[in-house]
């Protein structure tokens, strides 16, 4: 249900809407200002604050923190941050007469300084951690990014989740369980393409196929981080790229209701329309031919 080639077109295209608003969100005219009504004055230098201090919250829990079940599986700067952006956002949305239409770029694009900050720090740890590996500087960094862009998607969605709920703690669980799926998601993907490999064997197989040359051991697993960065970065631009995008044409909706399943929407935004529709087709197909048959019994 998924194309690579899809998700690759909603990143691009979601990208495309989303700079622009960034742009316009940090642009120095006084009178061009919404984000001071969330953050409050100098919202500029509030948002960079609020970034910074869930940063620090973040390792400070991990440090001394309680000891959580899969506490080490879970970014705490990241899960700081997006509660603190998500409580001024959901204020301003619900408790509030202020917010209207035009607002959801600069909402949106405010997350970005948190965005930049939470990509950075993931992705010096991921590094620190994968320079040790075989396949040296290249493939760590590589993966250092695909990480960063992984946290980079969680956040997009996680803080969308929640402010696009009234019901707060409905949303907390849905956004829960979602998280979860994703991450088994990943995790299996790694598995595969990382600690079993798939590509760098496929393609060390072909070259010393042909050239009758044996590959050192680090170019294989070289291979395989290519292919999961490649593979990961593609699916982590898409959920940030169809997160803004259904954000975007849904914002009016909720001003209106209080409520728009953003995660469920996204979902559906993912899947490839042309494989959708012939699965549809399919179906309909089978169902007239078991009505038919049915008939046929009949007469």
């Known amino acids: ?29 006084p009178t061009d200002d919404r984000l001071a009504l969330v953050y409050g004055a100098k919202p500029r230098r509030n948002i960079l604050a609020i970034a910074m201090a869930g940063v620090i919250a973040g390792h400070l829990f991990s440090l001394a923190g309680p000891g959580l079940a899969l506490a080490e599986f879970i ?26 239409p035009q607002d959801y770029p ?3 694009a405010s997350m970005a300084p948190a965005i930049v900050l939470l990509m950075l720090i993931a992705a010096v740890e991921q590094l620190v951690a994968g320079t040790q590996e075989p396949s040296g500087f290249v493939g760590a960094v590589l993966v250092a990014l695909t990480v960063a862009l992984g946290t980079a998607a969680a956040f ?6 929640l402010c ?26 790694t598995l595969v393409m990382l600690e079993i ?18 590959l050192p051991d680090w170019i294989p697993e070289l291979f395989d981080q290519i292919g999961y960065a490649v593979v990961l970065g593609i699916v982590y631009l898409a959920v940030i790229g169809a997160t803004w995008t259904v954000a975007r044409d849904r914002f009016g909706a909720l001003l209106e209701t209080g409520q728009v399943n953003i995660l469920t929407s996204v979902a559906l ?12 087709q399919k179906k309909l197909a089978r169902e007239a031919r078991k009505r038919e048959r049915k008939n046929q019994r009949k007469s």
């Open 197 to 214: 490999g798939v590509i760098g064997p496929l393609v060390s197989g072909i070259i010393g196929g042909i050239f009758n040359f044996h």
């Open 75 to 100: 970014n705490w700067s990241a899960v700081m941050v997006g509660a603190a952006y998500a409580g001024l956002i959901r204020r301003y949305l619900f408790r509030t007469d202020h917010a209207g």
């Open 164 to 189: 696009f709920s009234r019901n707060w703690w409905r949303a907390l669980w849905d956004l829960a369980v979602r998280l979860l799926v994703f991450r088994i998601m990943v995790f299996i993907t």
């Open 1 to 29: 249900m998924y194309n690579v080639k899809w998700l690759a077109t909603i990143a691009r295209d979601g990208l495309d809407d989303l700079v622009p608003a960034v742009r316009q969100a940090f642009n120095d005219d």
């Open 106 to 108: 600069w909402l949106a």
């Open 269 to 280: 935004m993912a899947r490839d329309p042309v494989k959708v529709e012939k699965k549809r």
């Open 156 to 161: 997009t969605i996680a803080v969308a989740a």
